[in-house]
């Protein structure tokens, strides 16, 4: 429609000037003319107003959407601020699950080591496990010899204990017969003695009789009898001590035969290849084994204490 009119006037000026010179043109045309010029001003005025009043909304539209544009901007900015927050948060978190992947990693890769180790210690168990058994059989059996090597030494303990005893007191018998004895002898020495002495003062005035001539023979005898009984009661004394020193002797042999005969294997050959299990199995029986041998000796040495602790003291012969 604005080609039109602009086609319109460029033909106008023509026009204009065709009409000025045709004084005795028609006016009707003119006025035509007249009104359309009209129309088109007030068309223009109105184009103007709407363009103004589009304008003005423009002006508008572009207000709001500035501040629409701030109100974006700092919505971006402040996207961007938490963007870089959440990605700082995102790879620290990447980070540590990633170290934490790796830690998992490792100690995956150490579980299995340790299951392929576990695997090849219960294979080699399982083919050591007969001959572990038959080990275990052989430790029974020696307890069981070592229970009956304990009982035939305690019952030899037992017998020699009873012949201490009767020879303890047949001692004592044969030293109170010799104490009884050597006190009669020296009462008899004493009355000889004096005797002797009342003789020796009397001897210028009486005469000697076979009685009082026999006396220095009787005393020889005496004195030798009295010699006599002290070797014999000294002999007696050796004897008992002797008898006790072979039964402590023969007593502390049979505990280290006990002691030797459980340790004829080495303990760390025997126990290289045992379990944690079997290994305080046999702890435990070689415990009970130490626990009975030290009742044993405890037994042996009470019983000397009671019976004759002079054997337990250091003597200088």
């Known amino acids: 429609m604005s080609a039109t009119h602009n086609a319109r006037s460029r033909t106008e000026p023509g026009d204009e000037i065709h009409i000025l ?11 035509e003319r007249v009104r359309f010029l009209e129309e088109k001003l007030i068309q223009i005025s109105v184009e103007k107003k709407s363009l103004e009043t589009c304008h003005s909304k423009l002006k508008d539209d572009n207000h709001h959407l500035m501040e629409s544009i701030y109100s974006l901007e700092e919505q971006l900015t402040d996207v961007e601020v938490k963007s870089k927050e959440t990605l700082a948060e995102e790879k620290k978190k990447f980070k540590h699950m990633l170290s934490r992947a790796e830690s998992e990693k490792t100690e995956q890769m150490y579980i299995s080591q340790r299951l392929q180790r576990i695997e090849k210690e219960y294979e080699q168990l399982k083919l050591e496990n007969p001959k572990l058994r038959l080990e275990i059989d052989k430790l029974r059996d020696e307890k069981l010899d070592l229970q009956d090597k ?9 017998t020699l204990h009873s012949e201490h005893e009767e020879l303890k007191q047949k001692f004592e018998k044969e030293r109170q017969c010799t104490g009884t004895l050597l006190d009669e002898l020296g009462k008899e020495l004493e009355e000889l003695h004096k005797y002797k002495i009342d003789q020796e003062l009397n001897q210028s005035h009486r005469p000697r009789n076979n009685s009082m001539a026999d006396l220095p023979g009787r005393y020889q005898a005496f004195n030798s009898e009295v010699n006599r009984l002290k070797e014999e009661n000294k002999q007696l004394q050796d004897m008992n001590e002797d008898l006790n020193a072979q039964l402590l002797t023969r007593c502390i042999n049979e505990g280290k035969t006990l002691v030797n005969d ?9 126990l290289e290849h045992l379990t944690k299990e079997e290994l305080m199995a046999r702890l435990q029986e070689v415990e009970i084994v130490n626990i009975n041998f030290k009742s044993y000796v405890d037994k042996i040495i009470l019983t000397i204490l009671e019976k004759n602790p002079s054997l337990l003291e250091i003597r200088n012969r």
């Open 21 to 31: 010179d045709d004084t005795d043109g028609n006016f009707q045309t003119l006025i």
């Open 150 to 158: 304990l009982a035939d030494t305690q019952a030899d303990y037992n």
């Open 262 to 270: 459980t340790k004829e294997k080495s303990l760390a050959t025997e």
